[in-house]
């Protein structure tokens, strides 16, 4: 970047979950934005923009701390990857199409989210999910504010 010179138009965009990790002499810009890990609504959002055709309940919003848009983007692909291979065995592949009938009675459901959510893991909690016995541990701060602290 030295030797430009003044006035010159230069926009240097980028995006990392792990800002920390970055070399400090990138991060010396004039603007540093920082968006954040969507709450329960951002998500919900989120959720519905990629589910539109979809059956979605409203507590996978709440099942999903920790999940950024892309985690959202790929819990969605695969809650639908797990309704297609339901009907895997009815689906005729030497056909160049597939049955109407078959593609009226697919839906996505919560099983299918619940399964696929099984399969994944929450990019702003990685650090936080740890295995103990066995068995996937996720850590989360509970919401609480200083006026829910009581002297």
């Known amino acids: 970047?030295?030797?430009?010179?003044?006035?010159?138009?230069?926009?240097?965009?980028?995006?990392?979950?792990?800002?920390?990790?970055?070399?400090?002499?990138?991060r010396r810009f004039d603007r540093e934005i920082d968006i954040g890990v969507p709450d329960e609504v951002d998500r919900l959002e989120v959720l519905l923009?990629?589910?539109?055709?979809m059956k979605l309940s409203d507590?996978?919003?709440?099942?999903t701390h920790g999940y950024v848009g892309t985690?959202?983007?790929?819990?969605?692909?695969?809650?639908?990857?797990q309704c297609i291979r339901e009907k895997m065995?009815?689906?005729?592949?030497?056909?160049d199409s597939i049955d109407v009938?078959?593609?009226?009675?697919?839906?996505?459901?919560?099983?299918?989210?619940?399964?696929?959510l099984g399969t994944s893991n929450p990019s702003a909690l990685r650090e936080s999910v740890f295995e103990f016995n066995?068995?996937?541990?996720?850590?989360?701060?509970?919401?609480?504010?200083?006026?829910?602290?009581?002297?």
């Open 101 to 116: 009938e078959i593609l009226n009675s697919m839906a996505v459901t919560n099983e299918h989210f619940q399964t696929a």
């Open 59 to 63: 507590d996978i919003a709440k099942e």
């Open 134 to 151: 066995q068995t996937l541990l996720v850590v989360e701060v509970p919401n609480i504010s200083w006026d829910d602290v009581r002297i």
């Open 89 to 95: 065995d009815v689906i005729d592949w030497e056909d």
């Open 1 to 26: 970047m030295d030797g430009l010179k003044a006035g010159a138009h230069v926009i240097v965009m980028g995006a990392t979950n792990r800002p920390n990790s970055i070399d400090p002499a990138l």
């Open 49 to 53: 923009i990629h589910t539109k055709n």
């Open 71 to 81: 985690d959202l983007a790929a819990l969605c692909t695969e809650a639908a990857l």
